[in-house]
């Protein structure tokens, strides 16, 4: 099969959205279709990825076109290239909502008579849609959005709580969900590194949905009951944002059990998760959270808030737990979670094998292409 996939970026400051577009072109790829994947250079906070350092998948077509404004992450080469290549594709697959390219994507495929398979990444959840630019989205959604969820093949969801937000805003879209893969074998934390008592590791894209603040504001909580506590923060963000959550840290006076790490890749990524004792998440919406997925995969107990879609998964299967993420409820959990070992190592078996469990990457090959299948069964044979 010839599959195109659109992304507005693949930068790897963009995080999880990023590194499952890779996994899924990848293992497509590998199983011996031709995949290609439409982006931007966008490279996050104005930022551009010069040529030489743009990412390499190897078997996968990388179409990398100059973004024409950072807003709505618009490029008109890259609307010209769908125009004229879009016919060559057997399956559609469009990552994101309200960004240009894969909006337009979709449109054009519908518009042709193509049939689309549309990841809203997360897009659709009423914090996204409340706080960030809700005018605006509301008449995207009105003119673009609702249109393709109801007229698309198949819209991907990675989660069951991601399913039900796409329901809200469309009720008779076709979902179907399949979480996201994950090489559980790589994180494995037998590599020469050893747990750090009381280490706690927040690794994601810093964001202010993610909640940093009532972290930020629980460290002191914390170290009443656990001095020795240590918080390492991971991730990139926009450099303003960034700044102030620098500033409320000094604020706070806590800088003393705090690590900013920046972003992390391979080794580096590798060690923050087998040194840490626990990891914590406590964004206001996460449609997936491949973060949780790798701390899972590196058996480690995760404390979530409910907007967390594997929030469910995790508490069930006793890998880790759901808090309120005001800073007294969160700085009770973490102490509370850090003071029992027992806990806390039978916590870490059951992440382990809930990784094994969810993210295999050869189910969700299996059912990828059997929804490619779907959408198109004439041309699959």
């Given at each position: 099969m010839k599959i195109l996939h659109v992304i507005p970026s693949v930068s790897a400051r963009h995080g999880g959205p990023?590194?499952?577009?890779?996994?899924?072109?990848?293992?497509?790829?590998?199983?011996?279709?031709?995949?290609?994947?439409?982006?931007?250079d966008n490279d996050g906070d104005g930022r551009r990825i010069p040529a030489h350092s743009r990412p390499n998948w190897e078997g996968v077509s990388l179409v990398f076109m100059p973004q024409t404004t950072q807003f709505y992450t618009f490029s008109w080469r890259a609307l010209v290239w769908i125009w004229r290549n879009i016919g060559r594709f057997d399956c559609v697959h469009v990552h994101a909502l309200f960004s240009a390219l894969p909006v337009f994507t979709a449109l054009v495929s519908i518009q042709r008579g193509l049939r689309?398979?549309?990841?809203?990444?997360?897009?659709?959840?009423?914090?996204?849609?409340?706080?960030?630019?809700?005018?605006?989205?509301?008449?995207?959604?009105?003119?673009?959005?609702?249109?393709?969820?109801?007229?698309?093949?198949?819209?991907?969801?990675?989660?069951?709580?991601?399913?039900?937000?796409?329901?809200?805003?469309?009720?008779?879209?076709?979902?179907?969900?399949?979480?996201?893969?994950?090489?559980?074998?790589?994180?494995?934390v037998d590599v020469g590194y050893q747990r750090v008592p009381f280490r706690v590791?927040?690794?994601?894209?810093?964001?202010?949905?993610?909640?940093i603040e009532a972290l930020l504001r629980a460290i002191p909580l914390v170290v009443q009951r656990v001095p020795a506590f240590e918080l390492q923060i991971a991730g990139s963000?926009?450099?303003?944002?960034i700044q102030a959550l620098h500033a409320l840290a000094r604020t706070l006076a806590v800088e003393k059990?705090?690590?900013?790490?920046?972003?992390?890749?391979?080794?580096?990524?590798?060690?923050?998760?087998?040194e840490a004792s626990l990891f914590v998440l406590p964004s206001h919406s996460e449609n997936f959270g491949i973060a949780v997925a790798?701390?899972?995969?590196?058996?480690?107990?995760?404390?979530?808030?409910?907007?967390?879609?594997?929030?469910?998964?995790?508490?069930?299967?006793?890998?880790?737990?759901?808090v309120y993420c005001a800073p007294e409820p969160l700085a009770r959990a973490i102490g509370d979670w850090l003071l029992d070992d027992r806990q806390r190592a039978a916590s870490e078996i059951a992440a382990r094998e809930l990784a094994i469990r969810l993210f295999s990457p050869r189910e969700m090959l299996r059912s990828l292409l059997s929804l490619y299948g779907e959408t198109d069964a004439r041309k699959l044979g």
């Open positions: 990023s590194k499952a577009v890779e996994t899924i072109a990848r293992l497509l790829a590998e199983a011996g279709h031709q995949v290609t994947v439409l982006t931007t689309c398979v549309v990841r809203p990444l997360g897009t659709l959840s009423s914090y996204g849609l409340r706080t960030r630019r809700p005018t605006l989205k509301s008449l995207s959604l009105a003119l673009f959005e609702r249109r393709i969820l109801a007229k698309s093949a198949a819209v991907h969801c990675t989660s069951r709580s991601e399913e039900a937000e796409v329901r809200e805003v469309v009720s008779g879209a076709s979902t179907v969900v399949i979480p996201l893969a994950l090489p559980v074998e790589s994180f494995d590791l927040f690794l994601s894209r810093l964001d202010p949905k993610k909640n963000g926009d450099s303003s944002y059990w705090l690590t900013w790490l920046g972003h992390v890749n391979g080794d580096d990524k590798h060690r923050a998760f087998a790798e701390a899972l995969a590196a058996g480690l107990p995760c404390l979530l808030s409910s907007g967390v879609a594997l929030c469910d998964d995790v508490v069930a299967a006793r890998a880790g737990a759901a």
